[in-house]
């Protein structure tokens, strides 16, 4: 990936639009703002103390599934305890997971603008 050229592309539609038409100005601003965000993010996934954490909610999850599925005398409060923390640990992978698509969705954009301008 090479997140220093989308940037530069999305800088670049900036300056184009600045002025111009100011709901594309605004799309590329936020185009921006996700693509720094996301860069963040997966550079932080990048850090063995995020993948011991995403390595524990895999595990977490796992668990969680298994006491749903084996155990069917739960109660209902205890089944949604299980899967409100269930829910909680895909978040965080997602968390993290989520970023590296949406900077390949924004490169899209921001490659059809480019051309659409050219």
């Known amino acids: 990936m090479n997140e220093d050229k989308l940037i530069n592309d999305i800088e670049e539609l900036k300056k184009r639009f600045f002025g111009e038409d100011q709901g594309s100005y605004t799309d590329v601003q936020e185009w921006e ?3 720094r ?3 963040v993010k997966t550079n932080a996934k990048n850090n063995p103390a995020i993948d011991l954490l995403l390595t524990e909610a895999k ?3 796992a668990t969680a599934n298994e006491l ?3 155990n069917r005398d739960l109660t209902e409060k205890e089944r949604d305890k299980a899967f ?3 829910d909680v640990y ?3 992978i997602a968390f993290f997971d989520e970023p590296e698509k949406r900077i390949e969705e924004i ?3 921001v490659k059809d603008e480019m051309e659409t301008e050219s």
């Open 68 to 70: 749903l599925m084996n």
């Open 59 to 61: 595990a977490r999850i």
């Open 107 to 109: 490169r899209a954009l």
């Open 84 to 86: 409100e923390r269930r």
């Open 90 to 92: 895909q978040w965080l």
């Open 37 to 39: 965000e996301a860069v």
């Open 33 to 35: 703002r996700t693509v």
